[in-house]
């Protein structure tokens, strides 16, 4: 069968909800809402980048390229990289090339465009290993890490006892399952109200992002030059209008100022073993702070698993994350080097050779990865 | 060569398509006609050969798993590490 990949155009538009939604795992619901937020709405990349592919006058494969703009070094110097997504082929269609056809096609467009990089943050282990088999390379893993509540520890135990009964694994959760989380943390954090704090300052809990004071607070914060996605109003604004998530946003005032934030976000629906809770963003103007914002935000919401990244953090975070009851999370996915952050050059350049302003992409050190930098967040 | 008939039957079974016209030569990754899931299923194939998980992000699988003769080099390799 002849299979051609084409680019986006409106008119593909419904046609291309309905192909995500029938093929691609989750079936969330909000699927357009969601691909027009990353995409149309996108602020880095103004035009749509979706590399489809058809056969037999159908759609049976797409990859999507969002916008992503990267900081690094003294100067913070930033530069606008695309980032690969949405990777859905037909299951009639696998191991049949067209994951390389789309791939080639698309990494020949973004070369044409002028970007000397593509990265992909969100890839889970089925697109980690097809990108590493066409030449991505890790530029880290993430840590993933995981506190779980006592209920929720006694109900692992169970049900890794009841995979192993025969005849009982039904009973345990199915892997595939889609999963409404709970609102009740969010409905907890919500009833909070002041809280003042031994530091003298006080943390406050809210729906809504304030933009400006995130972004205010990240740029007068020391900044040691690891790569990072930049974090101003515009990005944060649009950010935080992520269709399939809902945030909470916890603010640590001192006299009138924001002197630091966390962000929790949560699944609406998701599909295990996709956590529901994640906290995407973490930011204090001193250790005590962000302390103190960690230790509100897990004591008020109380979330049966909650997730975050460690990759990154200062040795001072990293324990604050274990007096929190964090542990590292994804054992067999972390041994064989994954969650991680992919690049590719579009260049053809020796991977020992990539470099954003000098800064290199492979060297895991020079890396601030998080959540809020990725669609997990 | 027991171990090449192996995995020639293995791809065989995790993707139909791989069924027929796979020889010890044949460009698996770099011709696309492995991908997805099946890649996946290649991994653990290998780790039960060598008994423990790899770490993949360190391995350039262009040219160490391309073809049936690469990965069973590569599994005899290291097995002997």
């Given at each position: 069968m002849s299979v051609e990949v084409i680019r986006y155009d409106p008119s593909l538009k419904e046609e291309l909800v309905d192909f995500r939604r029938v093929t691609y795992e989750t079936g969330f619901p909000e699927s357009r809402d969601y691909l027009d937020w990353k995409y149309e709405q996108n602020p880095y990349i103004g035009e749509t980048l979706f590399y489809i592919a058809r056969a037999g006058g159908r759609i049976i494969g797409m990859r999507g390229m969002y916008g992503t703009k990267w900081e690094c070094g003294r100067e913070r110097d930033a530069v606008v990289l695309p980032c690969a997504d949405d990777f859905v082929v037909d299951p009639e269609h696998r191991n049949s090339g067209v994951v390389t056809l789309i791939m080639?096609?698309?990494?020949?467009?973004?070369?044409?465009?002028?970007?000397?990089?593509v990265l992909n943050t969100s890839g889970g282990r089925i697109t980690v290993m097809s990108s590493l088999a066409a030449g991505w390379r890790s530029a880290g893993a993430v840590e993933p890490m995981v506190r779980r509540s006592t209920p929720e520890r006694a109900r692992q135990v169970v049900r890794a006892r009841v995979r192993r009964v025969p005849g009982l694994w039904r009973l345990a959760r199915s892997k595939s399952?889609?999963?409404?989380?709970?609102?009740?943390?969010?409905?907890?954090?919500?009833?909070m109200g002041r809280v003042a704090t031994p530091t003298g300052g006080s943390i406050v809990a809210e729906t809504m992002p304030r933009v400006a004071a995130m972004a205010l607070l990240v740029e007068r914060l020391p900044y040691d030059g690891r790569i990072r996605?930049?974090?101003?109003?515009?990005?944060?604004?649009?950010?935080?209008?992520?269709?399939?998530?809902?945030?909470?946003?916890?603010?640590?005032?001192?006299?009138?100022?924001?002197?630091?934030?966390?962000?929790?976000?949560?699944?609406?629906?998701?599909?295990?073993?996709?956590?529901p809770f994640h906290i995407v963003d973490w930011e204090g103007a001193s250790d005590s702070i962000r302390a103190e914002l960690l230790q509100c935000a897990t004591r008020v919401a109380r979330i049966a698993e909650l997730g975050t990244w460690a990759a990154g953090l200062s040795e001072a975070d990293r324990a604050h994350?274990?007096?929190?009851?964090?542990?590292?999370?994804?054992?067999?996915m972390r041994k064989r080097g994954m969650p991680c952050i992919l690049v590719k050059s579009l260049r053809g350049a020796a991977p020992e050779s990539w470099s954003l302003h000098g800064t290199r992409l492979l060297d895991p050190a020079r890396w601030d990865p998080r959540l809020v930098y990725t669609m997990h967040g | 060569m027991a171990l090449h008939e192996d995995l020639i039957s293995s791809f065989a079974q995790w993707s139909p398509a791989l069924a027929s016209g796979i020889a010890r030569d044949t460009p698996l990754l770099t011709s696309g006609r492995v991908d997805s899931v099946a890649l996946f299923q290649l991994l653990l194939w290998i780790e039960g050969r060598i008994g423990r998980p790899l770490d993949v992000t360190t391995i350039d699988m262009p040219a160490q798993w391309d073809t049936i003769d690469l990965i069973v080099a590569f599994v005899e390799r290291e097995k002997r590490a």
């Open positions: 080639r096609d698309a990494l020949a467009d973004l070369a044409r465009r002028g970007y000397d990089y399952a889609n999963l409404i989380s709970s609102p009740e943390p969010f409905r907890r954090v919500d009833a996605h930049v974090r101003d109003a515009e990005y944060l604004a649009w950010r935080y209008r992520n269709p399939i998530r809902q945030y909470r946003f916890f603010y640590y005032e001192h006299e009138g100022r924001v002197d630091g934030y966390l962000v929790l976000a949560r699944y609406i629906e998701c599909q295990l073993p996709t956590l994350l274990a007096r929190a009851g964090f542990e590292p999370a994804d054992m067999e | -």
